[in-house]
């Protein structure tokens, strides 16, 4: 349960992991996973991206290497904690990449920092989700466990080899059970909209989150000033894993269309 790489803090609570280090890169770009997941779950990315991008994933407590800590009660007590940590790493033009929950974390992470001083990131990636302010929550974190792994077996991403082991089923739903709580009791507060640009991304089958062309970009446009896009990829809710390099390809052109130019051969192949 060790997702490894480097500590951004002191301890073991620090919640930031950058597995390759680039201290030249132009570019930092901080990755939330989803309900139940850990930055582990974004390490692939590190091969992917061009030296100018610096990745560092995101652990919220109690999961991989913060297995042992409590999982946070709520999204302010988690956006709280992280945008402490993150701070200090935002002198530098950096984005934020959330998917699923993680959207939402990242969302109220770009306010909290904000509010602290700091510059806004200069994207806002919205991967899988609506945004919070249209998002439908349900009651998840409060059905037993074969309803949670019916639902994790519609949204595709957990193995039945995983939820069929007795041990890792348990560390799976305490997990996920953890985070829907969280995101199922969630209510966003009116804030200021942003004004960094919102790029929205989703998989073209994804049951959370279907693209329609009376509803592209899910909400998102109404939070910021800024100009939103989406790009649709073949896939599920989870396609960002099924279409690994055509994400981060996408993720980087997005973030600087001078990125993959130069004759270098890129994306490099994991």
């Known amino acids: ?5 480097v500590h951004a803090a002191t301890g073991a609570r620090g919640a930031l992991r950058c597995w390759r280090p680039r201290p030249a890169a ?35 407590p109690g999961r991989e290497d913060r297995f042992t800590e409590p999982f946070a009660p709520d999204m302010t007590t988690l956006v709280t904690a992280l945008a402490a940590e993150l701070a200090p790493h935002a002198r530098r033009p950096y984005a ?11 969302w109220e992470l770009a ?38 792994c019916g639902e994790l077996g519609r949204l595709g991403g957990t193995t039945p080899e995983v939820l069929a082991d007795p041990g890792l089923r348990s560390v799976v739903l305490g997990g996920v059970r953890a985070d829907y709580r969280l995101i199922e009791t ?12 919102v790029e929205v991304f989703t998989g073209d089958t994804d049951p959370e989150f279907p693209a329609t ?14 100009p939103t896009r989406v790009r649709v990829f073949p ?12 994400v981060v390809a996408a993720l980087v052109r997005r973030l600087d269309p001078a990125l993959p130019t130069g004759g270098r051969r890129w994306p490099s192949t994991p």
Request: proline share 9%.
């Open 1 to 5: 349960m060790n997702a490894g790489g």
């Open 26 to 60: 132009r570019w930092r770009l901080f990755c939330l996973p989803h309900a139940g997941g850990g930055a582990g779950s974004f390490r692939a990315w590190a091969a992917l991206l061009p030296p100018e991008v610096e990745l560092w994933g995101v652990q919220y």
């Open 96 to 106: 934020l990449f959330g998917h699923s929950m993680g959207s939402a974390v990242a």
């Open 111 to 148: 306010h909290a920092l904000r509010a602290a001083g700091a510059p806004e990131p200069h994207r806002l990636f919205a991967s899988g989700r609506r945004s919070p302010a249209t998002a439908v929550t349900g009651t998840l974190h409060l059905q037993d466990d074969d309803t949670l």
């Open 186 to 197: 969630y209510r966003p507060t009116p804030k200021p909209p942003l004004n960094c640009p």
């Open 213 to 226: 062309a009376a509803d592209p970009d899910g909400g998102w446009a109404a939070l910021t000033r800024g």
């Open 235 to 246: 896939g599920d809710h989870f396609y960002l894993t099924q279409r690994r390099a055509d």
